[in-house]
C-alpha cells in the first residue's frame, strides 16, 4: 500500500488540530492591556501546544522520507498517534483556562506522553515492516531521544500534582529538547 493517502490524512488532521487549539484563543471584549494580560495564560498554553504539534509534524514528515510503504499495523499505529494529538487541544484549553492548575497540568503530561508513545509505536511498527536492517532502523537506533522524552513527561506529570509551574517548565524542556528537527533520519537517507 502506499505511503501518500496515510501521509495526506495525516497532514488534515494535524492542521485541523491546530485550528482547533487557536480557536480557543477568545478575543477579549475589552480594549486594554489588562483584558490582553487575562488572557496570557491560554495563549503561553497555546504556543507551547503549537510547538509540539509542529515537532510532531515535522518528525512524521522525517519518519515518511524513510518510509516506502504501509501496512495495516502501521495505518493503525499511525491512528493512535492522531488520537492522542487530537486531544492536545482540549488538554491545551483546560490547563490555560485553570492558570496551569495541577490536575491539569497533570493532564496535560499525560496527553504528550501517549501522544510520544504512540509516536514509538509507529516507528516500531514501520521499523518492523521495513526491516531491522532498513535505513530507518539505523537511523532511530535505540531512539534514547525519544525515551528521554517519556521520562521527561513522567516526571513531570508527578510533579503537577506538587509544583504545577515546574511540570509547564519540563514540558518546555521537552519541547526544546525536540525542537531542533531529528537529523538522524536524513542523515541515514543520504
Same mark, same amino acid.
Given at each position: 500500500m502506499s505511503k501518500s493517502r496515510?501521509?495526506?490524512?495525516?497532514?488534515g488532521v494535524i492542521a485541523i488540530i491546530i485550528t482547533i487549539m487557536v480557536l480557543e484563543l477568545k478575543v477579549p471584549h475589552?480594549?486594554?492591556?489588562?483584558?490582553?494580560?487575562?488572557?496570557?495564560?491560554?495563549?503561553?498554553? #497555546?504556543? =507551547?501546544?503549537?510547538?509540539?504539534?509542529?515537532?510532531?509534524?515535522?518528525?512524521?514528515?522525517? @519518519?515518511?522520507? $524513510?518510509?516506502k510503504q504501509v501496512n495495516g499495523r502501521i495505518l493503525w499505529a499511525n491512528m493512535h498517534l492522531l488520537f492522542w494529538l487530537s486531544l492536545l487541544p482540549f488538554a491545551t484549553a483546560w490547563s490555560g483556562e485553570t492558570f496551569f492548575s495541577a490536575l491539569p497540568m497533570a493532564t496535560y503530561g499525560f496527553v504528550l506522553w501517549m501522544a510520544a508513545?504512540? #509516536?514509538? =509505536?509507529?516507528?516500531?511498527?514501520?521499523?518492523?515492516?521495513?526491516?531491522?536492517?532498513?535505513? @530507518?532502523?539505523? $537511523?532511530i537506533g535505540k531512539d534514547s531521544k525519544g525515551l528521554?522524552?517519556?521520562?521527561?513527561?513522567?516526571?513531570?506529570?508527578?510533579?503537577?500534582?506538587y509544583k504545577p509551574w515546574l511540570s509547564f517548565a519540563l514540558y518546555i524542556l521537552v519541547a526544546l529538547h525536540w525542537f531542533i528537527p531529528d537529523r538522524r533520519i536524513e542523515k541515514n537517507l543520504k
Amino acid at each position: 500500500m502506499s505511503k501518500s493517502r496515510l501521509e495526506a490524512f495525516s497532514d488534515g488532521v494535524i492542521a485541523i488540530i491546530i485550528t482547533i487549539m487557536v480557536l480557543e484563543l477568545k478575543v477579549p471584549h475589552e480594549p486594554t492591556f489588562a483584558a490582553l494580560k487575562e488572557l496570557a495564560p491560554i495563549f503561553v498554553s #497555546y504556543v =507551547l501546544s503549537f510547538i509540539y504539534v509542529g515537532i510532531y509534524w515535522n518528525n512524521h514528515h522525517h @519518519l515518511w522520507q $524513510a518510509g516506502k510503504q504501509v501496512n495495516g499495523r502501521i495505518l493503525w499505529a499511525n491512528m493512535h498517534l492522531l488520537f492522542w494529538l487530537s486531544l492536545l487541544p482540549f488538554a491545551t484549553a483546560w490547563s490555560g483556562e485553570t492558570f496551569f492548575s495541577a490536575l491539569p497540568m497533570a493532564t496535560y503530561g499525560f496527553v504528550l506522553w501517549m501522544a510520544a508513545f504512540a #509516536y514509538f =509505536l509507529l516507528v516500531r511498527a514501520m521499523i518492523a515492516h521495513h526491516g531491522k536492517d532498513s535505513a @530507518l532502523a539505523v $537511523a532511530i537506533g535505540k531512539d534514547s531521544k525519544g525515551l528521554i522524552s517519556l521520562v521527561g513527561y513522567t516526571i513531570a506529570i508527578a510533579v503537577a500534582f506538587y509544583k504545577p509551574w515546574l511540570s509547564f517548565a519540563l514540558y518546555i524542556l521537552v519541547a526544546l529538547h525536540w525542537f531542533i528537527p531529528d537529523r538522524r533520519i536524513e542523515k541515514n537517507l543520504k
